[in-house]
């Protein structure tokens, strides 16, 4: 028996052989951290915050500057649009804070869940807009967790 | 009696003559606005808070990134500075919320409110730094009196 | 003769009295303020540049985000807000180098302005947006001046 | 010869069979992924260059905000501690105007690759600062190669 039957044989695609080695490479990974860092809980969930915001900004600002402006319609209603702006500068803003240690980030991060389960809801109402939705529903989730936790 | 004795007699310099021209002309001025816009308290105190918001963006900065920078010593304290940077940041933020009729500016408006009085009170414990100091405190004044509105 | 009639005689509304103290007491304000500053041209310059440019980013955004969302139609077409909100960003981030003393400002107001002046043109081609236009314009003018500067 | 034996035999670490997967895994991605684009170079070379300047934006944020205050000294020079400050802003306006499809964003991004390399410049010349240095140098490239392009 040769290694790539043993390895591959059953496999039906390339594809697969990729996503193997590309989330088998990441658990891997992701379990060496999880050891370095066991005692670093905060800063860990606070890191998750980070990229959830700056995803956050960064979605809703290409969603409302391309795909908003260019369906038209309620797509750019006026209270739809506010938030969608407002949402990536909140957002912008809670990483910055967390970024420069600032004793205020949980007060920002209260903010920011509020407008991003706003601006969530909102793109439920427009429609056609998953991918913006989900983006500030993980956001929010991941602000609440953070504007929960005792500052020190 | 001439003219320059009734108006100007008792008056030592050249400068009281500006400031009485100057604070006399804004106070007629601010008397005829506030008999026009009686019926919109809300958008004129709105358009007082913009100002007092990016005024004090604007003197945090410019404080932090000379003044600060320049003294050096407990100037670049990391809590002192950070705070500088963070107050600038969220008045910034809270003006552009209003300016974009965002119905979330009351919660910007108070979270600034808070920051504005923390960078306060910090400028007044590390000394030489009134002018900052003064404008952080009219700047929480207004975001506070903007944050107990109820929107509309 | 009385004082009343020396000084007020001859004029027609109170609203002539309020901007004659206010003209006049700004008139002497910059004439005293030119002679403080004589020797340093720069600053004054920059100053009203940084002020130009506060004012178009404000200009800019509260009439995106109210005026063209509120109207629709043209006011909404993908190439005319973008340039809006462009403009908005670029005007905001010219005036935090200025206020920070970059030495990058000469080249950050050299784009601000043919963002400006694009904004402007665009301005004009939609139509009702004269006092955006005129603003983006002045802010142009003074970008120009500053981006010509050799800095020190 | 068994399996094992075959790929991991002559590893000496846990370590380097994480980072066979990982690398691996990324390469099968990537030429999956150059074959499905090849026709939107530039897009794909621009979503590299917005994951470059927000990479740098939040690198010079965090390091200016929390190693340098907190080293103090030569990393508070005023014109070391404005650099990254300005270059922080910079990336961070550079990445929106892509996102939001800007016909400017190559003027933006020559004027962020000059700002990358003075501030990767000035890292070098203060010391102790080899990933924030590495950051600016690779979001310089990234923007030189963006800022050269024709836009359409």
Redesign the interface.
């Given at each position: 028996m040769n290694?790539q039957g043993?390895?591959f044989g059953n496999w039906t695609s390339?594809?697969e052989?990729?996503y193997?080695?590309?989330?088998?490479?990441?658990f891997?990974?992701h379990t060496?951290q999880s050891q370095q860092t066991k005692s670093s809980a905060t800063s860990s969930s606070m890191q998750s915050c980070?990229d959830n915001c700056?995803r956050c900004a960064?979605v809703c600002?290409?969603t409302a500057?391309?795909h908003c402006?260019?369906m038209?319609g309620k797509h750019?209603?006026?209270?739809h649009?506010?938030l969608m702006?407002?949402c990536a500068?909140?957002c912008?803003?809670s990483?910055?804070?967390m970024?420069?240690?600032?004793?205020?980030h949980n007060?920002?991060c209260e903010?920011c869940a509020?407008?991003c389960d706003?601006c969530a809801m909102d793109c439920g109402r427009i429609g056609n807009m998953e991918e913006c939705a989900s983006t500030c529903r993980e956001c929010a989730d991941s602000c609440k967790q953070m504007a929960s936790m005792v500052t020190h």
């Open positions: 290694v043993l390895a390339f594809s052989i990729i193997f080695f590309k989330f088998f490479g990441e891997l990974m060496s980070i700056i960064q600002l290409q500057m391309n402006l260019e038209g750019v209603e006026p209270e649009f506010r702006m407002n500068e909140i912008q803003l990483a910055n804070f970024l420069s240690s600032s004793r205020f007060r920002t903010v509020e407008i706003a």
